[in-house]
């Protein structure tokens, strides 16, 4: 695995090396030992499955507030995503950064997403599938939400959401 540093504090793309042979392909997708060293979470609490058909669906921005922040680490399992991270620790150097990744299955990448960050992703095509190893269980009382489109962070979607929950459509604004 190869992990390539973003211009969040903390937060990676994993680059999967994978080996072909005539049987296909095999990769590592996980190491504890491999993530401890990098200095990041290595002990998962919870892996969850977000499945989604239509392209252009969004989903997010969400976080877990203190105390049961939540690490992520996610990866498509089939087809393609731009994936969203926007600091939201105050403390941070990069603060209000968002940063975006591609997802794409079929090059087994994935990002890794520190604690006090929000998350979110809008499909590129139909039938996208992403799995998430999280380092918290769900606290629903700690579940928070920041905009999509919120112009604080003025993030550069590829294209408007044609899919989104009542929810993600109502989330509140930073400031």
């Known amino acids: 695995m190869k992990f390539v540093p973003t211009p969040i504090a903390g937060a990676f793309i994993i680059e999967t090396e994978y080996y072909v042979d005539q049987r296909g392909v095999f990769a590592r997708a996980y190491c504890a030992e491999t993530f ?12 969850n499955i977000s499945q989604n058909h239509k ?22 399992t089939r087809g393609r995503v ?3 991270a926007v600091d939201l620790r105050p403390d941070s150097p990069s603060y209000r950064t968002w940063i975006s990744v591609e997802l794409d299955a079929a090059r087994h990448n994935a990002f890794y997403i520190p604690e006090g960050c929000a998350h979110g992703f809008l499909t590129l ?4 599938e992403l799995f998430y190893q999280v380092s918290e269980n769900y606290v629903p009382e700690l579940s928070r939400g920041v905009r999509f489109d919120d112009p604080a962070l003025a993030i550069a979607w590829p294209f408007r959401p044609e899919v989104i929950s009542e929810r993600d459509a109502t989330l509140g604004f930073l400031d």
Not at 65 to 76: N, Q
Request: aromatic share 8%.
């Open 82 to 84: 731009f994936d969203v």
């Open 55 to 76: 392209r252009g669906t969004l989903r997010g921005l969400h976080y877990q507030a203190a105390p049961k922040s939540e690490a992520k680490l996610v990866r498509a």
């Open 36 to 47: 401890a060293a990098q200095g990041l979470t290595s002990h998962y609490s919870q892996c």
């Open 125 to 128: 095509e139909d039938d996208c």
